[in-house]
């Protein structure tokens, strides 16, 4: 037993320093969930516009997150706010950030070519004991990690929107991911507040193979004129305790989001070639078309107050 808790007590005093790559939704939080949970963590983006724009999106976060620790008190909330965001750098140079760090995920533009090309280079930089983690909702962990001789050090680290509020975190393991990096990782995701689940690498892993075809399913629904999607909406959240709609659910994530991830599946999801779960959907491919993609460009399912609205219907 002692020789299992010093393993333990040493895999997660590995991990000081974070690189997250990109500073969108995604990597904006994670960056931030790290910071709050005491890490020193590195932002990187291509250009300080997207890293300024990733900063609005943490300090924004964490005027709501100050406000439920600290009610009205302006100079505590300040000095949390001040903390936490003494802990991020900012940067465009990923493989200098990298070369500093113990553990280094992606959060990048779901484009397997650019995301090979970013790990290659990183695996040069990094030091050789680093780990590699990518937050991708939809495509193969194998295919990304094939691009580093790490293979043993690379797993999929999958946050959820709004991720400083979710508290799931999927691990996903590909064959060569090491039991003490897998264990690092969760680890290193408890001290974030999160809850971490395990999964194999496949499509969708465990929530979004389950999610998006519901989804899917909510807009063949519609399209045959079964049922509003008003009272679809309405039905899931009062009938089966959901926080939103499948309407409302698809114009958070995103409709151009949800489009990409079912085409990938259709045309190469591993077991979800074909399947009609994740066939195009008419009334998604003219939303998309015509540019409405959900909450962040103002009009989806639903129209929003403001581009970029957090609020509205
Ligand atoms: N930062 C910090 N806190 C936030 C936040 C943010 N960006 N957004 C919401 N919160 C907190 C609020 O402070 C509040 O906290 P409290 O309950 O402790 O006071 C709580 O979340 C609820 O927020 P609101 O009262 O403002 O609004 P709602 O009650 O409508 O909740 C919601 C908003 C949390 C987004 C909720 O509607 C929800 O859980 N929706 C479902 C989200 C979901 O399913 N996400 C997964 C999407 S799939 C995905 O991400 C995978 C990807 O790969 C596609």
């Known amino acids: 037993p002692t020789r299992i808790l010093a393993a333990s007590y040493a895999t997660s005093a590995n991990v000081k320093k974070i690189t ?33 724009k990733g900063e609005k999106i943490i300090t924004s976060s964490l005027k709501r997150v100050a406000k439920k620790k600290h009610g009205d008190d302006a100079a505590a909330s300040k000095k949390f ?3 936490v965001m003494s802990r991020i750098s900012l940067s465009t140079d990923s ?23 970013l790990f290659k280079a990183l695996d040069e930089a990094a030091p050789k004991d680093a780990i590699f983690a990518s937050n991708t909702s939809s ?55 999160k809850v971490p689940v395990a999964c194999k690498d496949t499509p969708g892993f465990i929530v979004n193979r389950l999610l998006v075809p519901y989804m899917m399913e909510s807009l063949r629904l519609v399209e045959r004129g079964d ?3 008003q009272d679809v909406d309405t039905g899931m959240k009062l009938g089966a305790g959901y926080p ?26 591993k077991g979800l070639v ?13 939303l998309v078309k ?24």
Do not use: C
């Not at 790559?21 to 291509?46: E, F, K, P, R, T």
């Not at 090491?178 to 507040?193: H, I, R």
């Open 20 to 52: 997250v790559i990109g500073s969108g939704l995604m990597g904006a939080g994670i960056v931030q969930v790290a910071a709050q949970s005491g890490y020193h963590v590195n932002m990187v983006d291509l250009k300080e516009e997207f890293l300024a």
């Open 81 to 83: 706010i001040d903390e």
């Open 95 to 117: 493989n200098k950030a990298a070369s500093e760090s113990d553990l280094v995920v992606e959060a990048i533009v779901e484009n397997i070519k650019t995301k090979q090309a």
């Open 139 to 193: 495509l193969p962990i194998a295919d990304i990690a094939a691009a580093t001789n790490r293979k043993d050090k690379f797993a999929g680290l999958h946050f959820f929107n709004p991720v400083p509020q979710m508290k799931l975190v999927e691990i996903i393991r590909i064959p060569e991911t090491s039991d003490e990096v897998f264990n690092t990782l969760s680890d290193v995701t408890k001290k974030m507040g």
């Open 227 to 229: 049922a509003s999607m």
């Open 244 to 269: 939103m709609g499948p309407f409302e659910l698809m114009d958070y994530v995103g409709l151009d989001t949800i489009k990409f991830i079912t085409d990938g599946w259709y045309k190469s999801g």
């Open 274 to 286: 074909g399947d009609k779960l994740v066939a195009p959907s008419p009334l998604l491919e003219k």
């Open 290 to 313: 015509e540019g409405h993609l959900g909450r962040k460009s103002g009009k989806g399912f639903y129209t929003y107050e403001g581009v970029g609205a957090d609020k509205g219907k």
